[in-house]
């Protein structure tokens, strides 16, 4: 059985940083793609970052871009997202999922197993 558990969420102030981790159990973690996603209040789901299997190769909504990166180690089975210049409108629950496909992808059919989501706070 697969899972993703994310953690590393909670409540900074606008300007904080913060590094949200995904681990992964029950796939071979190293031959996907993975994306992290999130959800505020009242709205729907978005796409906010993907990374290759080999993580050479990232790409990243245009509301984050600059400010949030990517990375993956699989020799530890984890995903990072390293959030820098947080800002109120980033409050939202961030999700990890695993993609169906090896480069990673921005869409969200593309990806098939999902945590559990953690809660991000900005407060301005």
């Known amino acids: 059985q697969v899972q993703l558990v994310e953690s590393g969420g909670g409540l900074v102030q606008a300007g904080d940083s913060l590094r949200l981790s995904c681990a992964v159990s029950g796939r071979t973690f190293s031959r996907y793609g993975m994306g992290w996603f999130r959800q505020a209040p009242g709205k729907e789901r978005e796409f906010v970052g993907t990374?290759?299997?080999?993580?050479?190769?990232?790409y990243y909504a245009d509301s984050v871009k600059g400010r949030f990166t990517i990375s993956r180690d699989n020799a530890k089975n984890t995903l990072y997202l390293q959030m820098n210049s947080l800002k109120p409108e980033d409050t939202a629950v961030y999700y990890c999922a695993a993609a169906v496909v090896a480069d990673g992808s921005d869409v969200e059919r593309l990806y098939d197993v999902w945590g559990q989501g953690t809660q991000v706070t900005v407060s301005s």
């Open positions: 990374i290759s299997w080999r993580g050479d190769s990232t």
